[in-house]
C-alpha cells in the first residue's frame, strides 16, 4: 500500500534548526514530484517547498525562501526539509505531498499524515 510517514518534528527554539524526512513506499517514488506543505490551526493548508522528480528544480514561497531547504533521495525514496532560522509562524503540522506529473503517473496524489513542528522559546 501507498504510504508517506513523516519524521523529525518537535519542538524548537526560535533561530533554531529541525530536519523533517518523510519515507515514501507502495508507489514509484521517482516519478512523483514532492512537496512539503504545512497547515496552522484554523489556518489554510499551504506549500512550503516543492521538488520535481529528479530534483533538478526547488520551489519555495518568499516566507521559507533562504531559510528551507527540500531536497530528495531517489535511492531511499525519501524527501527532506531542512529548515533553518525557524520562527514561531512556522509551528504547523508539516505534511508530505507525493504528486504525478503530466509525463507520468497524471492525476495521482498522495499525502501523509504529517508531523508537528512547534517552534516556542
Known amino acids: 500500500q501507498v504510504q508517506l510517514v513523516e519524521s523529525g518534528g518537535g519542538l524548537v527554539q526560535p533561530g533554531g534548526s529541525l530536519r523533517l524526512s518523510c519515507a515514501a513506499s507502495?508507489?514509484?517514488?521517482?516519478?512523483?514530484?514532492m512537496s512539503w506543505y504545512r497547515q496552522a490551526p484554523d489556518k489554510e493548508r499551504e506549500l512550503v517547498a516543492h521538488?520535481?522528480?529528479?530534483?533538478?528544480?526547488?520551489t519555495y514561497p518568499d516566507s521559507m525562501k533562504g531559510r528551507f531547504i527540500i531536497s530528495r533521495d531517489n535511492v531511499k525514496n525519501t524527501v527532506y526539509l531542512q529548515m533553518n532560522s525557524l520562527k514561531p509562524e512556522d509551528t504547523a503540522v508539516y505534511y508530505c505531498?507525493?504528486?504525478?506529473?503530466?509525463?507520468?503517473?497524471?492525476?495521482?496524489?498522495?499525502w501523509g499524515k504529517g508531523t508537528l513542528v512547534t517552534v516556542s522559546s
Open positions: 505531498h507525493a504528486q504525478g506529473t503530466i509525463w507520468s503517473d497524471s492525476g495521482m496524489d498522495y
Open positions: 507502495g508507489f514509484t517514488f521517482r516519478k512523483y514530484a
Open positions: 521538488i520535481t522528480t529528479a530534483g533538478g528544480s526547488t
